[in-house]
């Protein structure tokens, strides 16, 4: 897996945008761009991934740059449900069969 | 569609016994895979079944096993169960999209305690 760079930590007011930024400068040209979370003592919870274009589901909506070498998730109204641990992570193709998560960004979302 | 599911949810042993773990994927799902997380060590990959074949495996011992039956459900099994083996055990089912990627959709955990 490509190396990912996150902020340790991170708040945001209940309500308003949070915006996760990633840091991937090595990914290559066929890895995805993935996001989990894990709220505690829970199993991770997929939220979004993308290769090259911007993306948008129920949760969350995926920024990539151009250039592919970061990435910004955004939690378009963070709920104190939200708070959790974010996790950014590159991986390849079929053949990159297991997940590594860092150190992620803990979130927490304040009322 | 009903999520992963994992049974039990929490566990207490002691040292030299053995566990057996259950899940059961997404419907659909064929690739079920098993890691181990603890504070210490992070996510750890056990192991990954595909059509009731052990496809990849992890760096951990022996006493670690599982197995995959033909309707997708998995089970893994710890023997001989040592107090660091105390960790939340995260089962994961996923589908190869048309383009080769396959995301990994996880179940609630199993919470093993070792005493």
């Known amino acids: 897996d490509a190396k990912t760079t996150q902020p340790t930590s991170m708040d945001c007011a209940e309500g308003r945008a949070a915006n996760l930024p990633c840091n991937h400068s090595t990914i290559s040209g066929n890895e995805y761009v993935y996001w989990y979370r894990q709220i505690h003592s829970q199993g991770p919870q997929y939220i979004i991934h993308g290769l090259k274009n911007n993306e948008t589901n129920e949760m969350a909506s995926l920024i990539i740059t151009e250039d592919r070498k970061s990435s910004t998730l955004i939690l378009p109204h963070a709920t104190l449900r939200d708070t959790a641990v974010y996790y950014c992570i590159v991986r390849g193709g079929s053949n990159d069969y297991k997940l590594s998560f860092g150190a992620g960004t803990t979130v927490t979302v304040r009322a | 569609k009903a999520g992963v599911t994992q049974t039990p949810r929490y566990l207490i042993k002691t040292r030299g016994q053995q566990v057996t773990l259950s899940c059961s994927p997404i419907s659909g799902h064929r690739s079920v895979s098993w890691y181990q997380q603890t504070p210490g060590q992070g996510l750890q990959f056990l192991f990954e079944y595909f059509s009731e074949t052990q496809r990849n495996k992890g760096n951990f011992p022996g006493r670690f096993s599982g197995r995959q039956f033909s309707n997708s459900r998995s089970e893994m099994n710890v023997s001989t169960l040592e107090l660091g083996d105390s960790a939340l055990y995260l089962c994961?089912?996923?589908?190869?999209?048309?383009?080769?990627?396959?995301?990994?959709?996880f179940g609630p955990g199993t919470r093993l305690l070792v005493l």
């Open positions: 994961a089912s996923s589908f190869q999209s048309p383009g080769g990627q396959e995301t990994q959709y």
